[in-house]
């Protein structure tokens, strides 16, 4: 398997099981940027994680790394066809839910928290009610991506 193959396949698995792997810890209650939703009860949601309910799609996505121009084609495939659902405190991507926490920062950005999946502690700010910039220096997705709402 060639460098480009390689790193094509990782993208094509990659980007589906690390935001459908969003899930992970959550803010402990009490804690900064306590969004007031007890995991898994669907409970009323304020601030960013209330901004963030429905559904996104990454509209643009600057990686940190260079992508190889044979990788780009299956890029844009996988970005036409990504969609992520908040609801609560989850996210859902290709049917399967995970936890999904923006915990709010006093300088108007918010940090969200998965279980080490896509945007595990990535810094965000809603740039309009309907889009949000992710600057995530992670390990799997380096680089930042813009989200805009679908309706």
């Given at each position: 398997?060639?460098?480009?193959?390689?790193?094509?396949?990782?993208?094509?698995?990659?980007?589906?099981?690390?935001?459908?792997?969003?899930?992970?810890?959550?803010?402990?209650?009490?804690?900064?940027?306590?969004?007031?939703v007890?995991?898994?009860?669907?409970?009323?949601?304020?601030?960013?994680?209330?901004?963030?309910?429905?559904?996104?799609?990454?509209?643009?996505?600057?990686?940190?790394?260079?992508?190889?121009?044979?990788?780009?084609?299956?890029?844009?495939?996988?970005?036409?066809?990504?969609?992520?659902?908040?609801?609560?405190?989850?996210?859902?991507?290709?049917?399967?839910e995970?936890?999904?926490?923006?915990?709010?920062?006093?300088d108007?950005?918010?940090?969200?928290?998965?279980?080490?999946?896509?945007?595990?502690?990535?810094?965000?700010?809603?740039?309009?009610?309907?889009?949000?910039?992710?600057?995530?220096?992670?390990?799997?997705?380096?680089?930042?991506?813009?989200?805009?709402?679908?309706?």
């Amino acid at each position: 398997m060639g460098r480009v193959t390689g790193w094509a396949l990782a993208v094509a698995m990659g980007v589906t099981t690390a935001c459908a792997g969003c899930g992970g810890s959550t803010a402990q209650p009490g804690a900064p940027g306590d969004t007031g939703v007890a995991a898994g009860s669907g409970g009323p949601v304020s601030g960013a994680q209330g901004k963030l309910q429905g559904k996104w799609e990454i509209v643009r996505y600057e990686s940190q790394d260079p992508i190889p121009d044979e990788a780009m084609p299956l890029m844009g495939e996988l970005f036409d066809e990504l969609r992520l659902d908040v609801k609560g405190d989850k996210v859902v991507v290709d049917a399967k839910e995970s936890p999904f926490v923006a915990n709010e920062n006093a300088d108007g950005t918010f940090k969200l928290t998965t279980s080490g999946g896509m945007f595990d502690g990535a810094t965000c700010k809603f740039v309009e009610d309907d889009e949000f910039e992710v600057d995530d220096r992670g390990e799997r997705w380096p680089g930042k991506s813009v989200l805009k709402r679908t309706h």
